[in-house]
């Protein structure tokens, strides 16, 4: 068990793989919440669901490592970004959770709020991860070459969900999510399936989604990609139940389409 | 020449000259051993207002001709007893036909049939296009609209990887659908989520609907 400590700022932080990770998701803002589309996709039936596995097509290359910063808003949703472009064909990237981050952060490294990481990659997007690494996490760091990429790897389509089944169903359609867990002493203790300790709480860590799988028991669970390195459960991943889902302020989006990167056009039609 | 002055082809020529539904010609040869037949080209074209040539070679004591009545018609001279040189004459474009038997100790030949096609030549067919293979798959869609079953096609990252064709999933809203005429396309495949297969140079090779399975996409693009 790895236990959580407080931070002198407040926040609190647990240790993975020889580094604190600030558990630094902020409490959903209801205006901006509500901002963001409603489930806005076919609904799958549960007893259509099929098992996603994404662990393949999605390897150690995709685990992000925000370190020892507070910013698991931008790494989530970068990490999320990145595996829309690839299921719609686009080259993968390593993308920057770092730049967005630095955009909704407000000069401070105190956290941020999920909803604002979708209003950042929608309007500037974010850059790959060489052009600002995980330790520039403040807008006066990074370099115009940065913002310039940006406008390459930006959302086109989200929309919120509320609850696990609308989750779920998200995923089973193709889309990514981002949203958040409860980390407390359990989190980090995976059990014989992988799944991640259960920890009550209102959410301190965004987290991105990526496949669905059926446990032996029956249970659904949703697969989750974190940002902590490889060295995080399962070559950086768990999987996490409808409780841990269910249990923390709904924050959570599912990316649905990225914009295509105007530097790696397929050819217009000619008749 | 736009129009022959038949009575003056007529007296020149010395020969008949009919406007007729049917002309019948008449000629006792004498017997041989062969069988009896009767030789005519398959087709022939010609303008409007110009002169057709056909020569009918037959063996037989008889041989009978007729020739669409739109068609004036007038023989020549050809010093050799088994053919029969015409010149014809249309001046509305159309088909006509020119059917000949002969006859022979008492039994028939076939029938021949010369096809006299009457207008504009058409052009020439273009060349078929050299063989273009599949450089991109484009595929369009309403992503707030995409099925399971769609999602199964489209989800199944291994199988597009395998493909070995570069491939893109485009909402129907993305910017480049409009600005590469995706749009326009997709519309001829009868709705989205739509498939288009293009040569590296743009050209629309096929436009269908998404397939159901991703077995239907891979014999679609052929590999």
Redesign the interface.
Known sequence: MNAIITLPNGLEAVEVGGVYRVLAKLPPDVHKRAAIPRF???M?DPK?W?E?D?R??FGDNYILDQKSHGSCTGFASAGALMRAR?????AFVRLSGAYTYAWINGGRDDGAIISDTLTSLQQHGTCPETECPWDTIYRSEIPASADRSAGRFKI??AYRVDRFDELVSGL????VGVGAVQVGNAFTDLDADGVAGFDRGPGNHAVCFDGVRRLASGEWVVDLPNSWGLEFGRRGRCYITRRHIESVEQDCYLI??A??DPQD??????? | MSRLDRGRATWFLGHIMKRISSLSLTFLLATTASAQSVKLPDAVAVAPGRLAAVTVEYDGDDLRWRVSSDLDVFREFDPDPRKIRLRLIGYAPGRYELTAVACKGGKLSDFAVCVITVGVPAPPPPPPPPSQKVA?V?VVEE??????QT??V??D??F?VRLGV??????K????VK????D??AGRAGGLPAM?L?S?????LKAIKLPATTDEVRKEVGR
């Open positions: 806005a996709a076919p799958v259509d099929i996603i994404r393949s097509d690839v299921l719609e064909g686009m086109l389509e089973l359609l193709g889309f649905r389409a914009t295509s056009p397929p050819p217009p039609t000619r008749n | 991109w484009i992503t707030a609209e995409r099925t399971p999602a199964r489209l989800g990252l291994a597009w570069p491939w893109r999933v485009y909402d809203d993305d910017p480049v600005s590469n005429h995706y326009v396309t288009l293009l590296d140079a743009g050209d629309v």
